[in-house]
C-alpha cells in the first residue's frame, strides 16, 4: 500500500496563509524519501516550526501513524490563522497534533530543549528587503529578508537546543540561501548534513536538507570550512546534473 | 491543547524568571480517546513536572492523579496509575480558556484548543 500523506483537497485555506506549493511539496517528498530511516528513528516528539496550512505536519504524522504508534506531534506558526487552519487540515484528515501560536518555538524552549526527535521546517526564505520580515498574516511565511537567510538563522539556535541526541532536523532551503554556510554553521554547532532531495522549478532552485549531530569529533576538526563548502558543491552539481540528464 | 504540551510551555515575557508552570483556567475541556501505549508514558514520565501535572489536571476537572510525583517502578506494576496518566496527559483537550503566567498573571488565550503564546512589542 502506498503511503499516506496529506490530501490537497482536504487542506484548509485562508487567503492569509501560504498553501502547499512547490516547497511544501519537496518536503514531504524529502520525508517520503526517508521515511523507512523515520520508522526505524522510532521518535517520541516530532514538530514543526511555521506550519503554516498543515500539510506538511498532516503528512508527516499519517506517514508515520501505522508504524510508530504513541509519537507527539507537536505545530508552531507565527500566524494565528495559520494555527487554525492547520487544525482543520489535522481535523479533516482524522489526525491530531497540538497547535501553539508562537514566535519560532519561544515559549517552549526551557522545557522541550534536548527532547525532539525530529523537527521540521519549511521557513520565509524568499530574499527580500529586511523591513518585511516579520511582517502579519502571508508575509511572515514567505520574506526572509537578507538572501532569505534572517528567519532561518533565528531557527537555526532554536532547534539546536529542542534536538534531543539522537535528534533530526529537516529543512527547506534555495540555492540562494547560501545553504553551504547553513550546513558549515550547523558543521559548527556538531551536525552532519546531507541533501535530501534537490528540485529545480521555474521560479526557484530548491533543496531540502537534513541535519544530524554526527559524534565524530575527531573528523569535525580535520575539516576545514572551505574544504566543506567546495565538498557541498560537489554534491549539490551532480545532483542537479542527475535532474536534468 | 493537552496536559502533555502544558507542560512543556513557559511564559517568557522579558524579565519573568519562573514562567512555569502556567495556570490553566478552563473555559470548555473536551475528552477525545488516544490509543493506550504504556512504551510512551514510561518515555514522557521523566520528562513531566508532576505537580504542574497535577495541579493542570485538577484545573480541568480531573483529580485522580497522586499528589506526589510516584516512584518510576510504578510505571511496570501499576497499569492503573498508566491508565490514569494516558488519559491526564492525552485524552483532556482545553478548548477554551486561558494560560496564565505564575509570576506576571499575564493571560495567554486559547481558542479552538489553540493557545496563543505570541508576545506583544513591550514584552520581548
Redesign the interface.
Known amino acids: 500500500m502506498p503511503s499516506r500523506i496529506a490530501e490537497i483537497r482536504l487542506v484548509s485555506s485562508h487567503r492569509e496563509v501560504y498553501e502547499p506549493c512547490d516547497d511544501s511539496f519537496a518536503l514531504v517528498d524529502a520525508l517520503l524519501a526517508d521515511r523507512t530511516n523515520l520508522i526505524d528513528h522510532n521518535p517520541?516528539i516530532c514538530m514543526e516550526i511555521g506550519c503554516g496550512s498543515g500539510y506538511v505536519i498532516t503528512s508527516l504524522i499519517l506517514l508515520l501513524k501505522n508504524e510508530v504508534?504513541?509519537?507527539?506531534y507537536?505545530a508552531t506558526d507565527?500566524n494565528?490563522i495559520a494555527?487554525?487552519v492547520t487544525?482543520e487540515t489535522l481535523q479533516a484528515h482524522g489526525v491530531?497534533a497540538?497547535?501553539?501560536?508562537?514566535?519560532i518555538a519561544?515559549?517552549?524552549?526551557?522545557?522541550?530543549a534536548g527532547?525532539v526527535d525530529v523537527i521540521v521546517v519549511n521557513p520565509p526564505y524568499v530574499p527580500t528587503p529586511e523591513y518585511e520580515v516579520g511582517m502579519e498574516g502571508i508575509a511572515s511565511a514567505w520574506a526572509g529578508g537578507e538572501n532569505g537567510r534572517t528567519v532561518i538563522d533565528k531557527i537555526l539556535p532554536v532547534v539546536d537546543l529542542l534536538l534531543s541526541e539522537k535528534g533530526w532536523f529537516y529543512l527547506v532551503t534555495l540555492t540562494s540561501n547560501f545553504p553551504a554556510e547553513i550546513c558549515l554553521m550547523m558543521r559548527k554547532k556538531g551536525y552532519a548534513s546531507r541533501i535530501v532531495v534537490q528540485r529545480s522549478t521555474e521560479e526557484e532552485n530548491l533543496l531540502i536538507l537534513k541535519f544530524w549531530r554526527d559524534k565524530d569529533e575527531e573528523s569535525l576538526k580535520k575539516e576545514t570550512s572551505s574544504s566543506f563548502v567546495s565538498q557541498f558543491s560537489r554534491s549539490l552539481s551532480s545532483l542537479m546534473e542527475k535532474q536534468w540528464r | 491543547?493537552?496536559l502533555?504540551?502544558h507542560?512543556?510551555?513557559?511564559?517568557?515575557i522579558k524579565g519573568v524568571a519562573n514562567?512555569?508552570p502556567l495556570l490553566i483556567e478552563a473555559g470548555k475541556v473536551i475528552e477525545?480517546e488516544v490509543?493506550f501505549?504504556p512504551?510512551?508514558l514510561r518515555?514522557?514520565f521523566a520528562?513531566i513536572?508532576w505537580k504542574a501535572l497535577v495541579e493542570g489536571a485538577r484545573s480541568m476537572g480531573y483529580a485522580e492523579l497522586p499528589e506526589d510525583s510516584p516512584d518510576a517502578t510504578v510505571l511496570d506494576s501499576d497499569e492503573s496509575f498508566l491508565k490514569k496518566l494516558h488519559h491526564a496527559l492525552l485524552e483532556l483537550h482545553l478548548e477554551e480558556g486561558a494560560l496564565v503566567c505564575p509570576e506576571t498573571g499575564r493571560k495567554f488565550p486559547v481558542n479552538?484548543?489553540?493557545?496563543?503564546?505570541?508576545?506583544h512589542e513591550d514584552e520581548v
Open positions: 517520541k504508534p504513541g509519537v507527539h507537536l507565527t494565528p494555527t487554525r487544525k491530531d497540538d497547535v501553539i501560536c508562537t514566535d519561544s515559549c517552549l524552549e526551557k522545557r522541550l527532547s | 491543547m493537552r502533555i504540551t507542560n512543556m510551555l513557559s511564559c517568557n514562567g512555569f477525545k490509543d501505549n512504551d510512551f518515555h514522557m520528562k513536572e479552538k484548543g489553540i493557545p496563543n503564546m505570541l508576545l
